[in-house]
C-alpha cells in the first residue's frame, strides 16, 4: 500500500522531493485531492495516467504557487487576468494557450496547444508547490471512472500502491473540482462548473459563453467520468425497494443526507463522501432527491448526471 503521512512540515519536504526526482505524491487541496507529478517532466507525467489507468490521455491541470509563475507557462488573455485576479488562489481554472518555449510536457496539454492552470489556496498545497519549485501537473488522485476523493483515505482505496506518498490534510474544504473556465475569441466559456459558483464568477465577468464544441472545448469530460458502481435514479422523492437515499433537505427515510437544512456548499462537500459510503453499501441502486440548480448546484447537478450516465461511456 502506498504510505500515507500527516502533512506536516517534514512529510511536505519529503514530497517536495519525491515531485522533483519524478515521483507521484497525492496532496489535498481545496476542492479534492490531487494526484501531483512534475509537469516539466513527460515520464513522470505518463506515470499518472499509468496509475489512474485512464483508458486515453485527458489533458491535466498545471499547479502553480501564483499568477506570475502562471504566466510564464501561457499567454494570459485580458480577461484571464482579470478573472485569475479575481480569484486566485482558488477553486477556478483557466485554459490557455501554451506559451513558445514553455517548460511544460507536451503530454499535460494531451495534443491540444492550450495547458489548464491554477492556484490553489489549501495551505499545504501552496506549501508543497513552493518546496517542490516547479509546476505540478495532478488531476483528481482517484483511479479512472470512480468519484473524485475528498480524503486521504479515499486515495489509498483507489490507487492502492500506484502513489509514492500520500499527504493527509483531512477532509477536503469544497469538496467538488474547480470551476474550468476557457477562452472564445477572448470571452470567457464554462467547460466544467464546478466548486466556483457560475453566478460569483458572472457577477464580475458578465455571462459566461458555452464552449462552440463539447468534445474539442473538454476532452476530459466523458459522460460517466463521475460513476460509482451502483445504479443512480435521480429527482427521486422516496427510496425504492432495495434503494438507498440521498437526501437534500428535510427529509424522512434518508440513507444519508447531503444537507438537511438546505445548503448547497455542505452538500457539495458532502457529495462525494456520500456516494462512496452508499455505494459500499451495494444497493440496488442509490436513490438521489432533486438538488435546485442554482449556485453550486449546478455543479453538483453535472456530477450527478454524470454518475448516473450508461456505463458504456465510462472514462
Ligand atoms: O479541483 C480540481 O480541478 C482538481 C484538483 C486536484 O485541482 N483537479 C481535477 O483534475 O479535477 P481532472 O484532471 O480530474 O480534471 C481536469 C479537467 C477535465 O475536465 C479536463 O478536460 C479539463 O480540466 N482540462 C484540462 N486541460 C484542458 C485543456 N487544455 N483544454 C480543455 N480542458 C482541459
Ligand atoms: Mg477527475
Known amino acids: 500500500m502506498s504510505t500515507l503521512r500527516a502533512a506536516d512540515a517534514a512529510s511536505i519536504e519529503d514530497a517536495a522531493k519525491i515531485l522533483r526526482d519524478g515521483g507521484l505524491v497525492a496532496f489535498p487541496t481545496e476542492t479534492v485531492y490531487g494526484l501531483g507529478a512534475d509537469a516539466t517532466n513527460d515520464r513522470a507525467v505518463a506515470a499518472i495516467f499509468a496509475a489512474k489507468e485512464r483508458p486515453r490521455f485527458n489533458p491535466l491541470i498545471v499547479h502553480v504557487p501564483d499568477m506570475e509563475t502562471a504566466k510564464r507557462l501561457v499567454t494570459f488573455t485580458p480577461a484571464a487576468r482579470w478573472l485569475a485576479e479575481r480569484f486566485w488562489p482558488g477553486a477556478l481554472t483557466l485554459v490557455l494557450p501554451r506559451l513558445a518555449g514553455t517548460p511544460l510536457s507536451l503530454l499535460v496539454s494531451a495534443g491540444l496547444d492550450t495547458v489548464a492552470v491554477r492556484v490553489p489556496s489549501e495551505p499545504i498545497a501552496q506549501k508543497l508547490i513552493a518546496a517542490a519549485r516547479i509546476p505540478i501537473a495532478a488531476p483528481s488522485a482517484n483511479a479512472s471512472g470512480e468519484v473524485s476523493p475528498t480524503t486521504a483515505e479515499h486515495v489509498r482505496q483507489s490507487l492502492r500502491d500506484k502513489v509514492d506518498l500520500i499527504l493527509d490534510g483531512g477532509p477536503t474544504r469544497l469538496g467538488l473540482e474547480s470551476t474550468v473556465i476557457g477562452f472564445d475569441n477572448g470571452k470567457p466559456v464554462m467547460l466544467r462548473p464546478g466548486s466556483l459558483a457560475r453566478v460569483t464568477i458572472e457577477a464580475v465577468a458578465g455571462p459566461l459563453g ?20 451502483a445504479k443512480i435514479h435521480l429527482n427521486a422523492v422516496s427510496a425504492g425497494p432495495g434503494e438507498v437515499l440521498l437526501a437534500f433537505g428535510p427529509a424522512t427515510g434518508a440513507t444519508r443526507n447531503l444537507s438537511p437544512s438546505g445548503d448547497l456548499a455542505e452538500a457539495a462537500a458532502n457529495l462525494f463522501a456520500m456516494l462512496r459510503e452508499l455505494d459500499a453499501m451495494n444497493p440496488r441502486a442509490i436513490a438521489v432527491m432533486p438538488i435546485p440548480d442554482h449556485g453550486l448546484g449546478e455543479a453538483i447537478n453535472d456530477r450527478l448526471r454524470r454518475a448516473a450516465a450508461p456505463r458504456g461511456l465510462r472514462a
Open 210 to 229: 458555452r464552449p462552440a464544441d463539447e468534445t474539442i472545448a473538454s476532452p476530459g469530460q466523458l459522460a460517466s467520468h463521475y460513476a460509482p458502481d
